[in-house]
């Protein structure tokens, strides 16, 4: 499936939203084997989700290496006596280098099943992963696709938004398309 919002470059577009009934999220979570589990409660590490960092600064306006960085150091200066903070790379990597203590599974699923408490993103696929697994998620950047329906600040990570997910789901339904579709 592919993601389209009208005026989208680079995915950076108005996407349509509300209204939607649920066949198309039942479709498609049927093609690719998704579903929604029950929230879960009291982990003890908050994971980060990070982008292919080189791929930032071409894309998105306001982030860039020093911005994700500068971010990331608040989390672990704010967090780091009541939470473990892990990282995950983005499966494209980049060559940014964290001296993190903790670097989580590069396997996304192996990573989401260690403890978590929360999840950060900027504007990552894997922050969806997040909710469809139970584990809310702190959305950072506007443009994300999930950004209204997340908590959207560093402070929020300690308690983030449990928005209703199947109602989450069923509006990003509507803005993913196949190939068949498309054409």
């Known amino acids: 499936y592919y ?6 470059a ?12 649920e066949d198309r999220w039942d479709k498609q979570s ?21 982008h292919n960092l080189d791929a930032l600064s071409s894309i998105y306006v306001n982030m860039n ?3 994700v960085s500068k971010q990331i150091i608040e989390i672990v200066k704010r967090f780091k006596n009541t939470y473990t903070i892990q990282l995950k ?3 494209k990597g980049g060559n940014m280098k964290f001296a993190a203590k903790e670097i989580a599974e590069k396997d996304i699923n192996k990573a989401l099943k260690n403890n978590i408490h929360s999840t950060f993103s900027w504007h990552s696929n ?13 959305v950072l950047d506007r443009m994300s696709p999930i950004y209204q329906y997340c908590s959207n600040t560093i402070e929020d990570l300690k308690e983030p938004k449990r928005p209703d ?3 989450v789901m069923q509006e990003l339904s509507y803005r993913q398309w196949n190939i068949e579709e498309i054409s």
Not at 3 to 8: P, V
Not at 30 to 50: A, F, Q
């Open 3 to 8: 993601t389209f919002g009208y005026g989208a």
């Open 10 to 21: 680079q995915g950076l577009g108005q996407y349509f939203t509300g209204g939607f009934g």
């Open 30 to 50: 049927k093609e690719l084997n998704l579903s929604i589990l029950p929230w879960k409660e009291g982990g003890k590490v908050i994971l980060g989700l990070l």
């Open 65 to 67: 290496r020093e911005s």
């Open 89 to 91: 790379k983005h499966p």
């Open 126 to 138: 894997a922050a969806i992963y997040s909710l469809l697994k139970g584990i809310p998620t702190v």
């Open 165 to 167: 997910r199947l109602k």
